[in-house]
Each structure stands twice: as structure tokens, then as C-alpha cells.
């Protein structure tokens, strides 16, 4: 092999190296480019044990929380909404009838996310600060918010999710069906329980009311409810 040969042969490697590697770039700026991300956890799988387990987990943010990620995305590819918040798009999708599909996808997305923050492991016990005094001013107390909290999750029909909001200077427990949230009427979520039966069912059974216990005992994030206000 000649010297040009070999100089032109390592020329069009490095081309095909830059190539390549620009492509790759390319994929990954798409990537993040994209509205909706299915951000991690915020503590491993298997942390919230005994009271949701590594299964549970897996299936309802890695498969539901996952597709509502995936299938938003897909639905807003060439859109002109796509280069918006996802509180933007909630707010330009509610209660648009051609918008339906999109809607429950970004604002499940968007519930979900907010409510793996809502839980951590060695939670529960009663909020302090701000949050405990106006629980006590909006309920009278801890313990009648949560007895107000889980009735308001047992007598919830169907899917949907129970809220704990800041709606003016008080503080209400909000019930929203399938994927509403307090986002379309101009509430302040700080905390939330998801119970559609993907929540809970393998852990639970039927036993909903024992789910939303447990979180409020043992599971709540009270310092990231505080944080909202």
C-alpha cells in the first residue's frame, strides 16, 4: 500500500467517525429536546417496602407512568404544542374535545410524577411548620385531616387521585377523576395519593382505605408538601 493510499484510507475513516458520531449527537439532542421525560425515581424500586413493593413499582412507573411519557410525546410530534411546559399544555388541552387523548396522557404524566415526590421512605408522622398550622386552621387537626384525607380516597368512584391543595388562604382535600388535576382549576397541589387500582391492587387487593394509610402513616413526604406552599 502506497503512503496516499494509506493517508486517503484514514481520511475516509475519519469521516465515517465524524459521521457517525454526529448522528449519535444528533439522537441524543432529539431526545432531549423531547417535552415530556420519564425522570427517575426519586429513591430506589424497592424502598417504599413492605408498604408498595419492588413489583408494584415496576409495573406503575415503569410500564403506566411510561407509556403516558411515551404516548404523549408521540401525540405531540409535529404539533404546535410541543415546545411547551407540560403545565402549559395541561392548561391548553383541558376540556378541549379534540384534545382528549393528549390531555389524559400529559396530565397522568405530569400526576404521576408529582406523586413519587409525594412519597419517600421513613415518611409519614405529622407535617411541622407552616404545612401543621394550616392543617390544623383548614381541618381543626392532623387527625382529622387524615380521617378527612382517606374518606375522601374510599369514596372516590372509579380511578382518579385524592389531593391535598391550597386553594386561596385554606387548605382543601380535592377529588379529580382519571387524569384532572388541580392544575385546570387553579389550585395549589402540595400532596397527593394516586388511587387507580394500578396504585395499589397487587399489594392491596381491595382494600383501597389500608393503601392511603399506609402512605399517610408511614410513606408521606411532608417536607416536599411544605415545599410546594
Not at 395541561?90 to 409525594?118: M, S
Request: glycine share 6%.
Amino acid at each position: 500500500m502506497t503512503g496516499n493510499q494509506s493517508t486517503r484510507r484514514c481520511f475516509l475513516w475519519f469521516i465515517f467517525c465524524g459521521c457517525f458520531l454526529l448522528g449519535a449527537l444528533n439522537t441524543t439532542f432529539a431526545q432531549e429536546k423531547l417535552p415530556l421525560i420519564l425522570a427517575p425515581l426519586p429513591f430506589d424500586q424497592s424502598a417504599l417496602e413492605p408498604f408498595i413493593s419492588s413489583q408494584t413499582l415496576a409495573f406503575h412507573y415503569g410500564k403506566h407512568h411510561a407509556a403516558y411519557v411515551n404516548n404523549a410525546n408521540e401525540l405531540l410530534k409535529g404539533s404546535s404544542l410541543e415546545n411547551k411546559s407540560i403545565e402549559e399544555l395541561i392548561k391548553a388541552t383541558a376540556a378541549k374535545a379534540d384534545q382528549v387523548t393528549l390531555f389524559n396522557n400529559i396530565a397522568q404524566a405530569w400526576n404521576h410524577a408529582f406523586f413519587w415526590q409525594c412519597l419517600k421512605p421513613k415518611g409519614g408522622g405529622k407535617p411541622e411548620g407552616k404545612l401543621a398550622k394550616l392543617i390544623e386552621e383548614s381541618f381543626g387537626s392532623f387527625a382529622q385531616f387524615k380521617e378527612e384525607f382517606t374518606n375522601s380516597g374510599k369514596t372516590l368512584f372509579g380511578s382518579g387521585w385524592v389531593w391535598l391543595v391550597k386553594d386561596g388562604e385554606k387548605l382543601r382535600i380535592v377529588q379529580t377523576f382519571n387524569a384532572e388535576t388541580p392544575l385546570t382549576l387553579n389550585q395549589k397541589p402540595l400532596f397527593v395519593v394516586d388511587v387507580w387500582e394500578h396504585a395499589y391492587y397487587l399489594d392491596f387487593q381491595n382494600r383501597r382505605v389500608d393503601f392511603i394509610k399506609e402512605i399517610l402513616e408511614n410513606l408521606a413526604n411532608w417536607e416536599f408538601a411544605a415545599s410546594n406552599l
